[in-house]
């Protein structure tokens, strides 16, 4: 029996408008749709796409638990877990498309068993969605980088500091746990500073300067900060 496609397929940030027609196309025309999360129809991602795809609502959800936590085996062994799920319907003959928020490339749940799934000879496709850091520089009418100015993005929760005394503009992404020790680094760097929380959702709230965001703000709080010579007006 000829084996299923799995597609890793963006759902954008938060508003169902930033959804492609690509990845609404690829969750209408396949029947199993697999999501981060414990409780499929909980989950953002499921959320965020019955929205713009309504007939979501009537197909097959598998339900994926992906840890993120510090204990690298202990991940391990459920991505592992999670891929074997998805395998086992993939030898069906079905494809499934997998939800994840932005894009399936960046710091995506997806990836973790993406690389099971392909060191055991399954086809893995990639549907792009419309980034965090994107949606979140559009929402503040801000460029990213322009002209010669490099651009990093930067998971936060990792970072020590010193991370911000490379040349160019920063998007800091997971920064909510930390946000106290974050907001230091960037006063020190003399960056100009700006985020957007939740961006896209209803919750969304804008902060224009630094002292602005709250050390409580949420987990999808997204950091862009940049050189006095490039803020934009």
């Known amino acids: 029996m000829k084996k299923g496609i799995v597609y890793g397929v963006g759902v ?4 169902p408008e930033l959804m492609t027609l690509k990845a609404i196309r690829i969750i209408r025309e396949n029947e199993v749709i697999a999501v981060p999360g414990n409780n499929a129809k909980q989950t953002l991602a499921y959320r965020i796409a019955v929205q713009s795809v309504p007939e979501l609502a009537e197909k ?5 638990s992906i840890p993120m936590g510090k204990d690298a085996a202990a991940n391990r062994v459920e991505h592992c877990r999670c891929a074997r799920m ?36 399954y086809t893995v496709q990639l549907v792009s969605g419309i980034t965090s850091f994107c949606a979140a520089a559009a929402c503040l009418n801000v460029s990213l980088a322009e002209w010669d100015e490099p651009l990093h993005i930067i998971p936060a929760l990792h970072m020590c ?34 985020a957007v929380e939740n961006c896209g959702m209803p919750t969304q709230r804008v902060y224009r300067a630094l002292e602005e965001i ?4 949420g987990y999808f709080t997204l950091i862009i900060a940049k050189t006095p010579e490039t803020k934009e007006a």
């Open 214 to 217: 709250p050390d409580d703000a």
């Open 12 to 15: 954008g940030p938060g508003d």
């Open 161 to 194: 500091g010193e991370e911000l005394d490379s040349a160019g503009n920063y998007v800091l992404m997971k920064s909510a746990s930390r946000m106290g020790e974050v907001k230091q680094y960037l006063r020190q760097s003399g960056k100009c500073v700006c």
């Open 86 to 121: 998805v395998e086992s319907i993939l030898a069906q003959g079905k494809n499934v498309v997998y939800l994840t928020l932005g894009d399936p490339a960046v710091y995506s749940s997806f990836s973790y068993i993406q690389h099971f799934l392909q060191e055991d000879g």
């Open 60 to 64: 097959e959800l598998l339900a994926l």
